[in-house]
């Protein structure tokens, strides 16, 4: 290809950048997204260590993505396909190789882009939605001094708090997903999770939570496609003129517009059916297994023996989730699962490295005392504990339409 002059110089290079974003967003998505895990994962977990090696990374990787999104494998990974993206924008931009159609690739770049961040923003949206990635704080957290939870421990209570508010940025993150499956609303929605994703990033960057790759690559990838609407919005929301109508063009042939139209209502309407049930099926496993007894709560204990040794342990909280912890008075923690048997005098417990749930008996001996007696550590245990009947301002306080003086405690 011969650059003679600056309008071919700008056309390399406006050429290239498409490219670029083309290679470097589908390496991208077709890394987390669009093909099986058993099949790219491993590729990619053979070849990042070994790019990281390259470029003078002298530790191990051995620690691929997991609950954190931002590991070093995950940072590496990126780097190698921003790196691919470039040599393969460079070959093709100024080679003498054809070149792929400028339209072609738009029209496909576009396509990956709605599909790929819909499926994360209705995922993600139903999520919260069923009420699934925040919980309301258990009773250990809310006895837990609030200099002591991390960052994002912070905030996935604060949002867990409210159910309301959860849902409220849900149905957010679903209508965003939702507007971009669809051709004539690609540009509001990627303005709806652009708006959206933004927020979410910041509070990823803010309280430094694991998912920051992720949420700026969907903020940087909404913000694709509204740029390629770029003048059109400029024409209206800045120089307050009129813009003419715009339809993007799909990439199947008019001629079978009709039969594309019926397998994707059928696909998306099978697969948001199946997102919506797989998110109650969850909700109603949490349901279910959300202890109803009347030893949830925080308890003072009065003696701890194990075989006739005393334990140091100060008190004991048990969560509606099965959480169990024990506060020694050396302020260590000391932490359970528990399982309430309904109609039956008894717990089941067990540490969280172990698999079998030893029984614990309980007998009320009044209002507020217990005594329990089972198997810890394989030897016997028994315990007498007092309720403290606390109570919490965060949990009792309420929603008031009308306050006469702020509440800020």
Not at 259 to 269: C, P, Q, R
Request: net charge neutral; proline share 3%; charged share 20%.
């Amino acid at each position: 290809m011969s650059i003679s002059n600056s309008n071919a110089e700008t056309s390399a290079w406006r050429r290239f950048a498409f490219i670029f974003l083309f290679s470097y967003c589908l390496l991208y998505i077709a890394s987390v997204q669009f093909f099986p895990t058993f099949v790219m994962e491993p590729i990619w977990r053979a070849v990042v260590p070994w790019f990281a090696k390259l470029i003078g990374y002298e530790k191990e990787i051995t620690v691929f993505t997991n609950g954190s999104g931002d590991t070093t494998y995950n940072y590496f990974q990126v780097l190698l396909f921003f790196v691919l993206a470039a040599v393969v924008s460079c070959t093709l931009t100024w080679s003498r190789k054809i070149l792929p159609d400028h339209k072609v690739l738009y029209k496909w770049l576009t396509l990956f882009l709605r599909y790929y961040i819909a499926a994360q923003m209705l995922g993600y949206g139903l999520a919260k939605i069923f009420y699934l990635q925040f919980r309301y704080p258990s009773t250990v957290q809310l006895d837990q001094p609030l200099g002591d939870f991390s960052p994002m421990g912070l905030l996935w209570n604060f949002m867990g708090y409210s159910e309301t508010y959860t849902v409220f940025t849900g149905i957010l993150e679903f209508v965003g997903g939702a507007f971009l499956l669809f051709r004539r609303t690609t540009l509001l929605g990627a303005l709806v999770t652009f708006g959206v994703m933004s927020n979410v990033m910041m509070l990823n960057f803010s309280y430094d939570v694991p998912v920051k790759l992720l949420s700026s690559h969907l903020v940087f990838m909404s913000l694709i496609l509204i740029c390629f609407n770029g003048r059109r919005l400029i024409r209206f929301f800045i120089k307050g003129q009129s813009t003419e109508a715009y339809a993007l063009e799909g990439v199947v042939p008019a001629r079978l517009e009709g039969g594309k139209n019926l397998a994707k209502g059928l696909f998306l309407s099978l697969g948001i059916l199946l997102m919506i049930s797989g998110r109650y099926a969850m909700r109603k496993k949490i349901n279910d297994q959300t202890i109803k007894s009347e030893f949830v709560g925080r308890y003072i204990i009065q003696s701890a023996q194990v075989e006739g040794v005393d334990l140091d342990w100060y008190d004991i909280s048990f969560s509606s989730g099965g959480h169990t912890q024990v506060t020694t008075t050396r302020d260590s923690v000391i932490e359970f699962q528990h399982r309430y048997i309904p109609g039956e005098s008894s717990l089941e417990i067990k540490a969280f490295d172990e698999e079998v749930f030893q029984p614990i008996r309980f007998e009320k001996t009044d209002s507020i005392h217990y005594n329990l007696e089972g198997v810890y550590e394989g030897k016997l245990l028994k315990m007498e504990i007092e309720d403290t009947k606390k109570r919490y301002l965060l949990s009792d306080r309420g929603f008031h339409w009308i306050q006469e003086y702020p509440f800020n405690r």
